[in-house]
């Protein structure tokens, strides 16, 4: 990872995508059961190995693993681990954790976690809001490079929104507008069915396979976003 770090970012970002399409499912499969007790240096590395792969938007292997059930209880797990902490290795940090887990609740589904608010549960988000409270505060945190505490504080930022509006909207919608904003989104934008045909009348960008999909996303978010869109 040290030796790639020396990379420009656009190769990096070729090299992480086809990592992505070769052995996401592997590291997946491979971290979930290792235990913390005597496996902790694996499940920091892994982890982190996730943390460095580019953006969903611009990462179809990783966009649709996070759409699809495979990703479930994968966001508890790496909250988890976070919370208790992580040993640090370069090129990641604490603030590509937090990108890591912002991609978990954004394009996750809600339903993944136990109140259908977010991809985290309840309890977990709670202890992993003090833990960033807890870093933020630290003597140490103007050390930490700029873009790393500017993630830390986005990350605090969405958990206190998740907790202050109703349901599961927020994500919701915000996972609905990040997938209408894919060049090229061919996928239906509620159930990933590749056969979508139907286009949106209104904003031309996202796609629907059937008038129901097309009802669910507008009743879970579409119609505060369409506007947008258009414009």
């Not at 206190?160 to 994500?171: K, S, V």
Request: proline share 5%; hydrophobic share 40%.
């Amino acid at each position: 990872l040290n030796a790639l770090a020396i990379l420009p970012a656009p190769e990096l970002d070729y090299i992480y995508t086809a990592f992505s399409a070769k052995y996401l499912a592997r590291l997946e499969s491979s971290l979930r059961p290792l235990k913390r007790e005597t496996q902790r240096k694996a499940i920091s590395t892994y982890i982190q190995i996730l943390s460095l792969l580019p953006d969903p938007e611009d990462n179809p292997y990783l966009r649709k693993f996070l759409q699809s059930s495979k990703a479930a209880g994968l966001p508890n797990l790496v909250a988890s681990n976070f919370v208790q902490g992580i040993t640090w290795l370069r090129p990641s940090g604490p603030g590509q954790i937090c990108t890591l887990l912002i991609h978990f609740l954004f394009w996750c589904e809600t339903s993944l976690g136990d109140d259908n608010k977010a991809s985290i549960d309840k309890a977990t988000r709670d202890a992993l809001a003090a833990r960033l409270a807890d870093i933020l505060t630290q003597p140490g945190i103007d050390r930490l490079p700029e873009l790393q505490r500017v993630e830390l504080e986005r990350l605090e930022g969405i958990l206190n929104a998740i907790e202050h509006m109703p349901g599961g909207h927020y994500l919701q919608s915000t996972n609905n507008f990040l997938k209408g904003q894919i060049q090229g989104q061919e996928e239906c934008l509620v159930c990933m069915d590749e056969d979508a045909g139907m286009l949106c009348s209104q904003c031309k960008t996202v796609k629907f396979c059937g008038k129901k999909c097309q009802l669910k996303a507008w009743k879970s978010g579409h119609k505060n976003r369409c506007w947008m869109m258009v414009e």
